[in-house]
Nanobody
Framework: QLRPVESGGGLVQSGGSLRLSCAVSGFTFDNYVIGWFRQAPGKEREGVSCISSSGGYTNYADSVKGRFTISRDNAKDTVYLQMNSLKPEDTAVYYC??????????????????????WGQGTQVTVSS
């Protein structure tokens, strides 16, 4: 059973940093595109960033470009989202999701939420002003 598990969320002041981790088990990790999505109260879930199976391609939402960095360690079956210069509007539940690499282009450019097959339970990120 493919299962992403997020960790690293928490409460941070505006301008601070957090690093989220997404650990995945149950499948061949380096065959999968991994995406980070977020959902704020009363809003739709939106794509934040994604990374190709090899790590060679990434994509970011305009709202986080220059502040967030996605990376993956295929030896550890883990994807990271380094979030710097956090703003109150970054407050949301952050979800990790996976889709097989055969859907790389469609799932990454642009990030298409409905194509991601496997989802974690989410981790809360709260940025105080």
């Amino acid at each position: 059973q493919l299962r992403p598990v997020e960790s690293g969320g928490g409460l941070v002041q505006s301008g601070g940093s957090l690093r989220l981790s997404c650990a995945v088990s149950g499948f061949t990790f380096d065959n999968y595109v991994i995406g980070w999505f977020r959902q704020a109260p009363g809003k739709e879930r939106e794509g934040v960033s994604c990374i190709s199976s090899s790590g060679g391609y990434t994509n970011y939402a305009d709202s986080v470009k220059g502040r967030f960095t996605i990376s993956r360690d295929n030896a550890k079956d883990t994807v990271y989202l380094q979030m710097n210069s956090l703003k109150p509007e970054d407050t949301a539940v952050y979800y990790c999701a996976a889709v097989h690499r055969e859907s790389t282009t469609q799932a990454m450019f642009p990030m298409t939420r409905l194509l991601y097959d496997y989802w974690g339970q989410g981790t809360q990120v709260t940025v105080s002003s």
